[in-house]
Every structure is written in structure tokens, then in C-alpha cells.
């Protein structure tokens, strides 16, 4: 009985910190859009205020300007839309890359993190 108590909360616990990364985004990253993703450089997504809010929850790049940063917009193989919105000048970010990768909403759903994408925390 005492077993089975602690593998029930063992795998409680391991759940409850389960990655919400999009699978089609996981291993990837900046560098990899082109090879794993259709990309769409016309689409068009600017970086307003609404952008960097939702942005800014889950990276603190408010110290950057727009004009500091970049979009790459993708289509998954299954036809899903994504944003990548990233800093992308050196006095801004330090040659790192920081930001989020927003879905079709514009709603957060990954954490960009020196260019490769992670769970939100």
C-alpha cells in the first residue's frame, strides 16, 4: 500500500510539471524554422503593443525597442500558424536571442530562449 501511495504522487508530481510546448515546436528553434517549417516571410505580423504585452509575460525584453526586434512567421506541417517574436540586435539582447513564440491568437506558447524554443514556466 505504502508503494503505491508514493508511485501515485511520484507520477502526481511529474505531471504537474509537464512541458505545454506545442509537439510540432518541440527541438526547435530560431535556426531551424527553415528546415523544419514552411516560412512565411509575407505575413506580415507587427510588433504593436498588444505583440510585446503578451511577449513581455514571458520574456522581459521592454528594455528593447521594435525596432530591436524580429517576427518569423511559420506554418507547421499540420498547417499550424506561429509567430516567433525575438530581440535581434546585440545592444539589446547581447547576441542572444529572447522572446516568444505566439500561435495564431497571438497567445504565448513557448518560451525563445538564445535562439531554441522552451516551455513556458
Wanted: charged fraction near 20%; hydrophobic fraction near 40%.
Amino acid at each position: 500500500m505504502k508503494l503505491t501511495l508514493i508511485a501515485l504522487t511520484v507520477l502526481a508530481s511529474s505531471t504537474s510539471f509537464a512541458c505545454n510546448i506545442p509537439s510540432e515546436l518541440e527541438d526547435a528553434a530560431l535556426y531551424t524554422i527553415e528546415e523544419k517549417f514552411t516560412e512565411l516571410p509575407k505575413a506580415g505580423l507587427e510588433i504593436t503593443s498588444l505583440v510585446r504585452k503578451e511577449v513581455n509575460k514571458i520574456e522581459d525584453i521592454s528594455h528593447c525597442s521594435s525596432k530591436d526586434m524580429s517576427v518569423s512567421s511559420f506554418l507547421t506541417p499540420s498547417g499550424k500558424l506561429f509567430h516567433a517574436v525575438y530581440t535581434s540586435e546585440d545592444h539589446c539582447d547581447g547576441g542572444n536571442s529572447y522572446g516568444a513564440v505566439l500561435d495564431a491568437n497571438l497567445k504565448a506558447v513557448a518560451h525563445i530562449g538564445d535562439s531554441d524554443f522552451y516551455c513556458i514556466d
